[in-house]
T-cell receptor, first 116, second 111 residues
């Protein structure tokens, strides 16, 4: 079974631009979560989508947004990029069902975004 | 939000058993305890998950005392390839908003 894939793997943008990152979950997984990882803040939860609906959201500004398509693939968008947005953006997929299930998240390799 | 506290770093030698302890004093009744491993520039990889007592799989064991305020990840006979950051998480598995990765423990395995 193929794992979680993220595209592109590396991206360089300048301040003020916007960027779209893509994530393809494991086949059959309906939940996709996004995380930002930086040396200073560590791994921080951005948001989670389940069946095309945002189910959970972290504490990030509105410049960070996402969506999920009917095939469970997800995209996240960052508008008006700032230098501090430079980070590794990770996507994780899981089955996402049953509140007390042992639902395991499987992470992709990440997209390394550099903002100049 | 159940936060976790782990040692920032640990050193070990190949072939030794490594135990990494995580404190989670505010763990809630429905929270599971999950451990992930992360290599540089890669996404975290699931290691093990438990709710109480002891869980063992092919790569690790997880020990959870009765009060569940801490947990210990045990890695038997580590090798150089086990050098990574290990994260302890607590949270309801369906409510990712409650997942807090913390700073993790950097394990350095020496030859």
């Amino acid at each position: 079974k193929a794992g979680v894939t993220q595209t592109p793997r590396y991206l360089i943008k300048t301040r003020g631009q916007q960027v779209t990152l893509s994530c393809s979950p494991i086949s059959g997984h309906r939940s996709v979560s996004w995380y930002q990882q930086t040396p200073g803040q560590g791994l921080q939860f951005l948001f989670e989508y389940f069946s095309e609906t945002q189910r959970n959201k972290g504490n990030f500004p509105g410049r960070f947004s996402g969506r999920q398509f009917s095939n469970s693939r997800s995209e996240m968008n960052v508008s008006t990029l700032e230098l501090g947005d430079s980070a590794l953006y990770l996507c994780a997929s899981s089955l996402g069902v049953s509140p007390l299930s042992t639902d395991t998240q499987y992470f992709g390799p990440g997209t390394r975004l550099t903002v100049l | 939000l159940a936060k976790t506290t782990q040692p920032i770093s640990m050193d070990s030698y190949e072939g030794q058993e490594v135990n990494i302890t995580c404190s989670h004093n505010n763990i809630a009744t429905n929270d599971y305890i999950t451990w992930y491993q992360q290599f540089p520039s890669q996404g975290p990889r699931f290691i093990i998950q438990g709710y109480k007592t002891k869980v063992t799989n092919e790569v690790a064991s997880l020990f959870i005392p009765a009060d569940r305020k801490s947990s210990t990840l045990s890695l038997p006979r580590v090798s150089l390839s086990d050098t990574a950051v290990y994260y302890c998480l607590v949270g309801e598995t369906y409510n990712f908003n409650k997942f807090y990765f913390g700073s993790g423990t950097k394990l350095n395995v020496k030859p």
